[in-house]
């Protein structure tokens, strides 16, 4: 497709399962974005990816969380363990250079852990 | 950014008028501004974009204004539709860092 793809959209999770969430960009893009959205605000930082290489991971939340994008498209954030402070939507962003340019936004991931 | 929970800033503006929604940024050395809509249940859509060395930039019915002497953004969208209606989220470049740091998120509804 054209724009950037996030699967699944909802996930129910209980309490102490692994989750993993699924981001395809733009093709071509070389950057690429996770965020973290909580209701009713804005979205937060969690980790960035030149190519293949994540450069900054200084927003994710604990050592529970982990994001690789192996052959620099495709990527994916998995949470451990998850706990209910993890509920939240989470954010794919997609860009052709890694700042000051405009960045598309997937849909999200509404993750929810009971 | 300042965040207020569930409670977001919310505009009421009739369709057809004129929408002025503002923020605020806090570092001076920001150097690139972009206004984001979402829609419930989407991610944010870029609207509008503007470099610290512009003060206005005009799009397709809404203009972005900025003004570096007392850190204010704002988003004017003319001849509001009923398809306006979302959340706007001003965010701003730091440093030339690529991380976006978001603003409060301003809830615009349309009334018919």
């Known amino acids: 497709g054209a724009g950037v793809s996030q699967s699944p959209r909802y996930k129910v999770a209980k309490r102490g399962q692994d989750v993993a969430l699924r981001c395809d960009p733009i093709s071509g893009h070389v950057s690429l974005f996770w965020y973290q959205q909580a209701l009713g605000q804005g979205p937060e930082f969690l980790t960035y990816f030149q190519n293949e290489a994540q450069l900054d991971k200084s927003g994710l939340p604990s050592d529970r969380f982990f994001a690789e994008r192996p052959e620099g498209s495709v990527s994916t954030l998995k949470i451990q363990r998850t706990q209910q402070e993890d509920s939240a939507v989470y954010l794919c962003a997609s860009s052709r250079a890694a700042m000051n340019t405009e960045a598309f936004f997937g849909q999200g991931t509404r993750l929810t852990v009971v | ?112």
Not at chain 2, 25 to 49: M, R, V
Not at chain 2, 58 to 64: D, I
Not at chain 2, 96 to 105: D, E, H, K, P, V
Request: glycine fraction near 8%.
């Open chain 2, 1 to 112: 950014g300042e965040n207020v929970g569930l409670h977001l800033p919310t505009l009421s503006v009739q369709e057809g008028d004129n929408s002025i929604i503002n923020c605020a940024y806090s570092n001076s050395a920001s150097d690139y501004f972009i206004w984001y809509k979402q829609e419930s249940g989407k991610g944010p859509q870029f609207i509008i974009d503007i470099r610290s060395n512009m003060d206005k930039r005009q799009g397709q019915r809404v203009t972005v204004l900025l003004n570096k002497t007392v850190k204010h953004l704002s988003l004017q969208i003319a001849a509001t539709q009923p398809g306006d209606s979302a959340v706007y989220f001003c965010a701003e470049n730091r440093d030339s860092n690529y991380q976006l740091i978001w603003g409060a998120g301003t809830k615009l509804i349309i009334k018919p």
